[in-house]
T-cell receptor, first 110, second 114 residues
Framework: EDQVTQSPEALRLQEGESSSLNCSYT??????LFWYRQDPGKGPEFLFT???AGEEKEKERLKATLTKKESFLHITAPKPEDSATYLC???????????FGTGTKLQVIP | ETGVTQTPRHLVMGMTNKKSLKCEQH?????MYWYKQSAKKPLELMFV???????ENNSVPSRFSPECPNSSHLFLHLHTLQPEDSALYLC?????????????FGEGSWLTVV
């Protein structure tokens, strides 16, 4: 059974204090790993898709990386508007179902 | 309009009511999904329609009934719900086939069962 574990559950950072969120996964062949951002009361907003180990993608202050067992979402010099819950999800090869983690709730303090 | 739109955004219903959630996607995708999101739990996949055919039904109680009349529209019909069904219901869409099946979500419908 596919599994996704995100850590930490919650993270509090000072503005400008860089850090990383972790997503560990178990899947029988990876078709794609996804990162989403979710603001309170809203649907998840797509950030990145990673397909193979070694791949990296960047968007503004966010950088996602992928290994065979985990993915990291690096946040460089975060701002208060980066506060949100970040969700990780995996999709196995040959199958449509996507399994989500429980998310990391990030709070950036001014 | 763009993306995935859901109506209503908020719904309060009694346990004996019948109501429906509506979803429309404007992305040209050929798969649509219903997810349930409860506090402290990961997103739970309820139903998947791919090319207008239901391909996934994750042991969802029969009081939830999906309908997909075409590739752009999806409904979730609700009947005799329980208080524990109160949650955020998310509609999503994606393009089947090709690399990673990126799923795009709507804003969600907050359901409260009283």
């Amino acid at each position: 059974e596919d599994q996704v574990t995100q850590s930490p559950e919650a993270l509090r950072l000072q503005e400008g204090e860089s850090s990383s969120l972790n997503c560990s996964y178990t899947v029988s062949g990876l078709r794609g790993l996804f990162w989403y951002r979710q603001d309170p009361g809203k649907g998840p907003e797509f950030l990145f898709t990673l397909y193979s180990a070694g791949e990296e993608k960047e968007k503004e202050r966010l950088k996602a990386t992928l290994t065979k067992k985990e993915s990291f979402l690096h946040i460089t010099a975060p701002k208060p508007e980066d506060s949100a819950t970040y969700l990780c999800a995996v999709q196995p090869l040959g199958y449509q179902k996507v399994t989500f983690g429980t998310g990391t709730k990030l709070q950036v303090i001014p | 309009e763009t993306g995935v739109t859901q109506t209503p955004r908020h719904l309060v219903m009694g346990m004996t009511n019948k109501k429906s959630l509506k979803c429309e996607q404007h992305l040209g995708h050929n798969a649509m999904y219903w997810y349930k999101q409860s506090a402290k739990k990961p997103l739970e996949l309820m139903f998947v329609y791919s090319l207008e055919e239901r391909v996934e039904n994750n042991s969802v109680p029969s009081r939830f009934s999906p309908e997909c009349p075409n590739s752009s529209h999806l409904f979730l019909h609700l009947h005799t719900l329980q208080p524990e069904d109160s949650a955020l219901y998310l509609c999503a869409s994606s393009q089947v086939r090709g690399p990673g099946n990126t799923i795009y979500f709507g804003e969600g419908s907050w359901l409260t069962v009283v």
